[in-house]
């Protein structure tokens, strides 16, 4: 199974720092593909616009950077060996929400101790062959990107969860089937700010989509579409494509 998968990140700002912390790893055992992929984004505590952390101290990201790490180890060491076992949703599910609470449990205690409440809006993927699991606690956005009668299509997976180290409810998990001609999109808010849906489709046509390559010019067309100051918003997108 062929998958192709790339990104976008912004440079840092005048400040020097990026609160936006991407993780994206693709593995090929055998014949099977394996993709995890992941976008955390850290904002002030109580703020559900997505308003981003002030110059305090403590460095724009380190939460975020605290969890990915976090995320990484999971799958090269539970992740992997449940994927290739053929181990039920549940129990994959149950294992990625138990490595995300620990972490926010820990990223919890370190705000208490200092003083500064930890929020995160998380967003996951899992990525086996012909299956996925998605999960998204926050304000980043989820897309599914597909054609239909002869034109680009998307839709967006929505989920009620509120940020983590905020919202007590356990993130919702979705899983979906992968197939040929299908991409899956994450982003940060702010990624597609001034796009709407039937723009964001145009520029992410996966029937057009044949190489890396063009996933990451892709993804800087839309980071750049109407901005006339430095790029903003991060984001992972992968493809299966038809041929």
């Not at 724009?60 to 950077?65: E, H, K, L």
């Not at 086996?128 to 956005?141: H, I, Q, V, Y």
């Not at 899956?184 to 044949?210: K, N």
Request: hydrophobic residues 35%; positive net charge; glycine residues 10%.
């Amino acid at each position: 199974m062929k998958i192709l998968s790339d990104y976008t990140w912004p440079e840092a700002g005048m400040s020097g720092c990026v609160q936006d912390t991407l993780l994206l790893k693709q593995v090929r055992t055998g014949e099977s593909t394996i993709l995890f992929a992941c976008i955390c984004q850290e904002t002030v505590s109580g703020n559900s616009t997505g308003e981003k952390l002030p110059a305090d101290g403590r460095k724009a990201g380190q939460a975020g950077g605290y969890m990915t790490e976090r995320l990484a180890e999971w799958f090269y060491k539970k992740g992997l060996l449940l994927c290739r076992k053929d181990i039920k949703d549940k129990r994959i599910k149950q294992e990625l929400l138990s490595c995300i609470s620990r972490a926010a449990q820990e990223l919890k205690q370190f705000g208490q101790k200092y003083g500064k409440p930890v929020s995160l809006e998380l967003t996951c993927c899992l990525l086996m062959n012909n299956r996925f699991w998605l999960l998204n606690s926050g304000g980043n956005k989820v897309f599914v990107l597909n054609r239909r009668f002869q034109r680009a299509h998307i839709r967006q997976i929505r989920f009620a969860a509120g940020n983590i180290g905020e919202s007590e409810r356990i993130p919702e998990i979705v899983c979906g089937g992968m197939q040929k001609g299908l991409g899956i999109l994450l982003c940060t808010r702010d990624f597609l700010s001034g796009l709407d849906e039937v723009e964001i489709g145009q520029c992410l046509a996966v029937a057009d989509i044949t190489t890396q390559i063009q996933i990451r010019k892709r993804l800087k067309e839309i980071q750049l579409h109407g901005r006339s100051e430095r790029p903003a918003g991060s984001a992972i997108c992968f493809v299966m494509p038809e041929d």
